[in-house]
């Protein structure tokens, strides 16, 4: 009963560096999302799918691109890291219709 | 422009008494309205939902009250137990749109300390 899974949890990136947070459901969902979390800032969402090949914008995408190649699989690539994208990612998924998102575990990321 | 706020960034109560989070919210067109319960390096977990058709819901010792006309929701943990000690947020969604796929909006969180 795996959920959805993030890789790896934490990581220390350079300035410039570019990495990739995975991110697997297991529940056939068709949403998935990627949200990071700054205190005081609650969870603001990066991108989302409402399906595999279809991907879209959320509140804070800039430094961010994704993929979804499959219904299971929605990796969060950062391109040129920056300090400020210094924060806690997760993953999300649910249904289509509905209402209850489920969270991966986070994914803690530093960048210097 | 924060469309969900919690404006109390943190909340202690003793074992056993009342703990009360607050939400509040800017877009009437929020349909649907969550809890999540957070605790440290955790994933959020669901706690407890309502609709905007309802003003209250329990489940167990937590009960969500909504009151549309102050965009207004409050959660109530009775009674409180040191394992509810976590960060508390608020969600609002708008009505679904396909391409959309309803997104959640979340409050800034609001950490519970429960006391033995």
């Known amino acids: 009963n795996a959920g959805v899974t993030q890789t790896p949890k934490f990581q220390v990136l350079k300035t410039g560096q570019s990495m990739t947070l995975q991110c697997a459901q297991d529940?056939?969902?068709?949403?998935m999302s990627w949200y990071r979390q700054d205190p005081g800032m609650g969870l603001r969402l990066i991108h989302y799918s409402v399906g595999a090949g279809i991907t879209d914008q959320g509140e804070v995408p800039n430094g961010y691109n994704v993929s979804r190649s499959t219904t299971e699989d929605f990796p969060l690539r950062l391109l040129s890291a920056a300090p400020s994208q210094t924060s806690v990612y997760f993953c999300?998924?649910?249904?289509?219709?509905?209402?209850?998102?489920?969270f991966g575990e986070g994914s803690w990321l530093t960048v210097v | 422009d924060q469309q969900v706020k919690q404006n109390s960034p943190s909340l202690s109560v003793q074992e056993g008494r009342i703990s009360i989070l607050n939400c509040d919210y800017t877009?009437?067109?929020?349909?649907?309205f969550l809890w999540y319960k957070k605790y440290p390096a955790e994933g959020p977990t669901f706690l407890i939902s309502?609709?905007?058709?309802?003003d209250k819901n329990e489940d167990g010792r937590f009960t969500v009250f909504l009151n549309k006309s102050a965009k207004h929701l409050s959660l109530h943990i009775v009674p409180s137990q040191p394992g509810d000690s976590a960060v508390y947020f608020c969600?609002?969604?708008?009505?679904?749109?396909?391409?959309?796929?309803?997104?959640?909006?979340f409050g800034g969180g609001t950490r519970v300390l429960v006391k033995p």
């Open positions: 529940m056939n969902h068709e949403y």
């Open positions: 999300a998924s649910r249904t289509f219709s509905g209402n209850t998102i489920y």
């Open positions: 877009n009437s067109m929020f349909d649907y």
């Open positions: 969600a609002a969604r708008r009505p679904m749109i396909k391409a959309a796929g309803n997104k959640l909006t």
């Open positions: 309502i609709s905007s058709i309802k």
